[in-house]
């Protein structure tokens, strides 16, 4: 995976850094060189003082600080360059057509990126997309996380894919009883840029009894259930929610 432009620069910059801060602190290491006094005429030689000690840090000392610093500059480089920011789901976004139960035309056909819903607002992850459909009925969703799951009897993935669960969470803000629906229109962006929709049929297996009616002022988790491919590492989630006159995305970074 190629690493982002602007990644490798954060990267050079931190160690540019660091470099000229071990210079200075060798630097001041070192013991400054003996000046020849200038010759002056005899003085009476006034009493001995106790002379201020100075702390001069052995040059061993010096090295092994300049090592450390570069070693843990090295580490958060690595951090940094590793993490999965989620650029590419948006630079060079792929599809991964054959991964849902269902598709979002309702029909059997492979996705392509032109599926995908457009970008929406990006909220911090556990914050919440507020959707008011109207005065009496209001509710609210938010991600709070993604994790994989084990396969059992029942919960499978394809061959060369794993299952990764997206922790939704629904709310009911109004004054009536809606019906959940925080994974009708869920995708996922892997830290290569290939998107995913959500799968329907493995999600409906972890559905809790009683959760397809949300009560007021109740909640409800939800654990919305992908197909990435083996190696694949969550980026970013992206959810649509379709009131009567209009339509709401947001995007939540994993990472």
């Known amino acids: 995976m190629a690493v982002p432009r602007k990644r490798v620069l954060r990267c050079a910059a931190v160690a540019a850094v660091t470099a000229v801060i071990v210079a200075l602190v060798v630097r001041a290491g070192r013991r400054p060189r003996a000046q020849v006094p200038e010759v002056e005429a005899p003085k009476p030689s006034p009493e001995p003082q106790p002379a201020a000690s100075r702390f ?11 090592v450390a610093l570069l070693a843990a500059v090295g580490g958060i480089a690595a951090i940094i360059a590793t993490r999965p920011n989620g650029a590419a789901c948006l630079s060079k976004p792929g599809m991964m057509p054959d991964t849902a139960g269902e598709y979002v035309s309702g029909m059997p056909r492979p996705l392509t990126i032109e599926d995908l ?22 509710h609210d969703l938010s991600v709070r996380g993604a ?7 029942k919960l499978r993935a394809t061959d060369g894919r794993r299952l990764v669960s997206v922790l939704v969470r629904e709310r009911n803000t109004g004054q009536m009883t809606i ?8 995708w996922l962006c892997d830290a290569d840029g290939t998107w995913y929709q ?23 988790d939800q654990r919305v259930v992908f ?29």
């Open 179 to 186: 019906i959940p629906q925080g994974d009708d229109q869920a």
């Open 147 to 153: 994790k994989g799951l084990e396969t059992t009897s």
């Open 227 to 255: 197909q990435l491919r083996a190696g694949a590492r969550p980026s970013r989630v992206r959810i649509v929610q379709h009131a009567y006159r209009w339509t709401k995305t947001a995007d939540w970074k994993l990472g």
């Open 198 to 220: 959500h799968d329907a049929a493995l999600t409906a297996l972890l559905a809790e009894a009683g959760s397809d009616r949300l009560e007021p002022g109740r909640q409800v």
């Open 117 to 138: 819903p457009a970008p929406g607002t990006v909220i911090k992850l556990g914050d919440a997309m507020e959707i008011p459909e109207s005065d009496e009925m209001q």
């Open 56 to 66: 001069r840090p052995p040059r061993r000392w010096v090295a092994t600080l300049a």
